[in-house]
C-alpha cells in the first residue's frame, strides 16, 4: 500500500479521448448476426468494420487466438478517433451454450470500470452545490452509519471516499443469479462492513466497499433511486442507451 498526501479530488468532467479502445468480455445474451468462422474451433467473429488500418492486425490475430483457445469466451472491441470508429468487431460466443454469437452491440457487465461513472454522477452533485468534497461522509449517508472502531469516522470525507484514502477496507460480494437469498442493499452493506481501519488520508486502499458509500449518497441526496439518478442524468445525456444498472 503506497501512502499518499491527502488532496482534494478535482472535478471531474467527462471527455472524449483523442485515441479510445474499449474492450469488454463477457458471455451475456446477444442476438445472431451474420458472421465469419475461424478454422480453429469454429469460433464465430462478427465484423462490422473492417480494420484497415494495419496498426490492428497484430491484436486482431491475438484476439482470435483468446478465443479459439477458449481463454475468453467472446471480445468485442470499438476504437475511435476524434468520434470517428476505425475499427469495430466481436469474436466469440455470447452464449456458448446455445450458441449465440458476440456482435459489436452485445451488452457487457462493465465491473469495476463502473466506478469511475458513480464518480461522475456524484460530481454532478458536487458542480451543482448539493454535496461538498470537504464535508464529513456520514453527512449524506441518511440513516446509515460507520462503524467507528478508530474513533474517526468523522474525519472521512467525501473526497477521502472518492480517492479511495478512506482506510476502508476491500469487499468482494457476488450475488449469483440462482442465489435464493436477495442481494444484500447497499445500506445494508455500509451498516455491516462499512469501518476503516486506518487514518483517513494515509494510505490508497483499492475497495469496492468504498464505492457503495456514493451509490448510498446519491438517492440521500436527490430523493431518487440509484439506477434513476444515472440513467437520467449521466448515462442518457451521454447518448448510452442500451445500457443498465444493477
Known amino acids: 500500500m503506497q501512502r499518499i498526501n491527502s488532496k482534494k479530488v478535482s472535478m471531474v468532467r467527462v471527455v472524449s479521448a483523442a485515441f479510445l479502445v474499449i474492450v469488454s468480455f463477457s458471455n451475456h445474451l446477444s442476438a445472431a448476426m451474420p458472421c465469419e468462422c475461424s478454422e480453429k474451433h469454429n469460433v464465430p467473429w462478427n465484423q462490422a468494420k473492417n480494420p484497415g488500418d494495419k496498426r490492428f492486425v497484430e491484436i486482431r490475430k491475438k484476439i482470435i487466438n483468446m478465443v479459439s483457445d477458449e481463454e475468453i469466451p467472446s471480445m468485442a472491441v470499438s476504437v ?44 454532478l452533485l458536487v458542480e451543482k452545490g448539493l454535496v461538498k468534497l470537504n464535508d464529513p461522509v456520514e453527512k449524506y449517508l441518511g440513516p446509515v452509519m460507520l462503524r467507528d472502531y478508530l474513533g474517526i469516522a468523522s474525519q472521512i470525507k467525501v473526497y477521502h471516499v472518492l480517492s479511495m484514502t478512506a482506510g476502508i477496507p476491500h469487499l468482494w460480494k457476488e ?3 440462482d442465489d435464493p437469498n436477495p442481494p444484500l442493499p447497499v445500506s445494508e452493506l455500509i451498516n455491516r462492513y462499512g469501518f476503516s481501519i486506518s487514518p483517513p488520508g494515509e494510505m490508497f486502499l483499492y475497495s469496492n466497499l468504498a464505492f457503495a458509500f456514493p451509490e448510498q449518497m446519491i438517492p440521500v441526496v436527490t430523493g431518487q433511486t440509484f439506477e434513476n439518478f444515472m440513467e437520467k442524468e449521466v448515462l442518457l445525456p451521454l447518448g448510452m442507451k442500451d445500457q443498465g444498472t444493477h
Do not use: Q
Open 175 to 177: 450475488h449469483k443469479d
Open 80 to 123: 475511435a478517433k476524434e468520434g470517428r470508429i476505425l475499427w469495430e468487431e466481436a469474436f466469440g460466443w455470447a452464449n456458448r451454450e446455445d450458441m449465440l454469437k458476440a456482435t459489436p452491440h452485445t451488452i457487457y457487465a462493465l465491473g469495476s470500470l463502473s466506478k469511475s461513472i458513480t464518480a461522475t454522477g456524484l460530481m
